[in-house]
C-alpha cells in the first residue's frame, strides 16, 4: 500500500496557514483570500516571524524568517511547503 505523498495534504496546510494568518492579523481565516499577498493585509515583521516560527514547530522544516515575503500569498507559501515536503518525503524514501 501506498503512503500518501506530501502534496495531498496540500489543501489541509493551506487551510492550516490561512488560519495562521488570519489569528495574527487578527482576521476571521474566511476574510484572508490565500491569493492575496500578504502585504494588502498589513501583515508586520512581528507576525511573519511568528508565522515562521509555526511552520518550523509544526512541520520540523526550517524556513527563512523571510517567507512570507520571499512567497508572498498564502497560497505561494503552501505551495512552496508542500514542495518541501515532498522532497523531504522523498529523501527519507532514498536508500542511498
Not at 495534504?9 to 476574510?31: I, S
Amino acid at each position: 500500500m501506498d503512503r500518501p505523498s506530501p502534496r495531498d495534504n496540500a489543501p489541509g496546510l493551506e487551510l492550516w496557514l490561512t488560519e495562521r494568518v488570519a489569528f495574527h492579523l487578527r482576521k476571521a481565516a474566511e476574510d484572508i483570500d490565500p491569493d492575496t499577498p500578504l502585504a494588502d493585509y498589513g501583515i508586520d515583521s512581528v507576525a511573519a516571524i511568528s508565522i515562521c516560527g509555526e511552520i518550523e514547530e509544526k512541520f520540523r522544516i526550517p524556513v527563512s524568517p523571510t517567507i512570507a515575503y520571499d512567497f508572498p500569498t498564502v497560497h505561494a507559501i503552501a505551495t512552496h511547503l508542500t514542495e518541501r515536503l515532498a522532497d523531504r518525503a522523498t529523501d527519507d524514501e532514498d536508500p542511498s
